[in-house]
């Protein structure tokens, strides 16, 4: 099983701006895409962005989209996701997951709290 670990979060005000990095503990076939996901209280899950290793199929929310940024650093075998201009909406926990090529996600982090205060 490859662990993914998730840092970066934290307690901001709205228009800060965070970035978060998922570490992957080895890439494998079951690797091949991987995604920032987010709860929010109260709330299902819902994608927020997702990459290949190689930096592209990049994939947002409509959201998220101009505000926050999903990178790879293969040579770290991490994942970032720069968010700007943050709101209150975006107060969540995320979470990395990897999923194959064909299939679902089914491997996740244990997830970093974003606070975003108004």
């Known amino acids: 099983q490859v662990q993914l670990v998730e840092s970066g979060g934290g307690l901001v005000q709205a228009g800060d701006s965070l970035t978060l990095s998922c570490a992957a503990s080895?890439?494998?076939?079951?690797?091949?895409?991987i995604a920032w996901f987010r709860q929010a209280p109260g709330k299902q899950r819902e994608f927020v962005a997702s990459?290949?290793?190689?930096?592209?199929?990049?994939n947002y929310a409509d959201s998220v989209k101009g505000r926050f940024t999903i990178s790879t650093d293969n040579a770290k075998n991490t994942v970032a996701l720069q968010m700007n201009r943050l709101k209150t909406e975006d107060t969540a926990v995320y979470y990395c997951?990897?999923?194959?090529?064909?299939?679902?996600?089914?491997?996740w982090g244990q997830g970093t709290q974003v606070t975003v205060s108004s």
């Open positions: 997951a990897t999923r194959p090529n064909v299939g679902d996600y089914d491997n």
């Open positions: 990459i290949i290793w190689n930096g592209g199929g990049t």
């Open positions: 080895r890439r494998t076939e079951s690797t091949y895409r």
